[in-house]
Nanobody, 114 residues
Framework: QVQLEESGGGSVQAGGSLRLSCRAP???????????MAWYRQAPGKQRELVAS???????TYSDSVNGRFTISRDNSQKKVFLQMRNMQPDDTAVYYC?????WGQGTQVTVSS
């Protein structure tokens, strides 16, 4: 199990932006850079869904619902991964989770009001 710690959630109005961070404090650098990191989200009454992922080499994938609005990035030196969210909509309201190799963070709440 990998320890993951998310931060940066909160409340924002539609059209606004938030930036989530996730760090893996106990992974050593040489291991962190080999991990694909991902952000998932789970809205009330819905299944958890993949939002975005990034490989150690920086290759990214996005769900159709966030493509063009969200950007995933990573800073390997800090052992962190980020999710920049722009033009946010009420449907983006969810608990957002950081994930790697089937290890999960505790989640951070994001709420978008109309």
């Amino acid at each position: 199990q990998v320890q993951l710690e998310e931060s940066g959630g909160g409340s924002v109005q539609a059209g606004g932006s938030l930036r989530l961070s996730c760090r893996a404090p106990r992974l050593i650098f040489s291991v962190f850079i080999t991990h694909t990191m991902a952000w998932y989200r789970q809205a009330p009454g819905k299944q958890r869904e993949l939002v975005a992922s990034i490989t150690g080499g920086g290759r990214t994938t996005y769900s159709d619902s966030v493509n063009g609005r969200f950007t995933i990035s990573r800073d390997n030196s800090q052992k962190k991964v980020f999710l920049q969210m722009r033009n946010m909509q009420p449907d983006d309201t969810a608990v957002y989770y950081c994930e790697t190799n089937d290890s999960w963070g505790q989640g951070t709440q994001v709420t978008v009001s109309s």
